[in-house]
Nanobody, 124 residues
């Protein structure tokens, strides 16, 4: 009933760009902070970016600063992750997650809803 669905992943060459989308169904995204996380093979899931419910506050992990941009369109119940200048190290399954109460950006346990993930593969 309450779902987040990611899309936009795929195969991209190094230096390329993709835009991931996260669409909410069954609830209104307007009142939720959103985080993007990723998990590479053999690695722990890590936070990539997060955005406050209003969109006024964003955070990024150091490895993606200057390359990735998180944004939201509450009217469309959608959050985006624009990914530029992609590197092979960005290869991972990317997940969006929503927090409906006080949260800490990088703390996975603070998020209430999770999407199924979308694969991003950066390779030549």
């Amino acid at each position: 009933q309450l779902q987040l669905v990611e899309s936009g992943g795929g195969l991209v060459q190094p230096g390329g760009s993709v835009r991931l989308s996260c669409v909410a169904s069954g609830f209104t995204l307007q009142y939720y902070a959103i985080g993007w996380f990723r998990q590479a093979p053999g690695k722990e899931r890590e936070g990539v970016a997060c955005i406050s419910s209003s969109g006024d506050n964003t955070k990024y992990t150091d490895s993606v600063k200057g390359r990735f941009t998180i944004s939201r369109d509450n009217a469309k119940n959608t959050v985006y992750l624009q990914m530029n200048v992609l590197e092979p190290e960005d290869t991972a399954v990317y997940y969006c997650a929503a927090a409906d109460s006080s949260y800490r950006c990088w703390l996975r346990g603070d998020y209430d809803y999770w999407g199924q993930g979308t694969q991003v593969t950066v390779s030549s």
